[in-house]
């Protein structure tokens, strides 16, 4: 059983900045892609980054140019640093692995994800 297990999250102010983690304790996540997702009060569920087995990104339109998902494959560690945050970033943020080995390239969808942490919250003021 794969559990993922997420920190970093906190209450900033409008253009701070937050880096999330998200560690594997005894399992190297280097031969999956990861993903981080959110979902906000009342909403649903969104996909915000996933970095693919390649390496490659991907991001939605609304964090491009403010995060940026990394991955220390030897520490089985996956970040999301979190710039200029936004109050509409305010949001329970999970990490999750696909649930396909194979798979090379990001994905955004959720249901391609298969084990997922418990969440951290960012609440982001005005």
């Known amino acids: 059983q794969v559990q993922l297990v997420e920190s970093g999250g906190g209450s900033v102010q409008a253009g701070g900045s937050l880096r999330l983690s998200c560690a594997a304790p005894?399992?190297?996540?280097?031969?999956?892609?990861m993903g981080w997702f959110r979902q906000p009060p009342g909403k649903e569920r969104e996909g915000v980054a996933s970095?693919?087995?390649?390496?490659?990104?991907a991001y939605v339109d609304s964090v491009k140019g403010r995060f940026t998902i990394s991955r220390d494959n030897a520490n089985s560690t996956l970040y999301l640093q979190m710039n200029s945050l936004k109050p509409e970033d305010t949001a329970m943020y999970y990490c999750?692995?696909?649930?396909?080995?194979?798979?090379?390239?990001?994905?955004?969808?959720?249901?391609?994800?298969?084990?997922w942490g418990q969440g951290t919250q960012v609440t982001v003021s005005s």
């Open positions: 999750a692995r696909r649930a396909t080995y194979w798979a090379l390239g990001p994905s955004l969808n959720s249901y391609e994800y298969n084990y």
């Open positions: 970095i693919g087995r390649g390496g490659s990104t």
């Open positions: 005894g399992y190297q996540s280097g031969p999956y892609g």
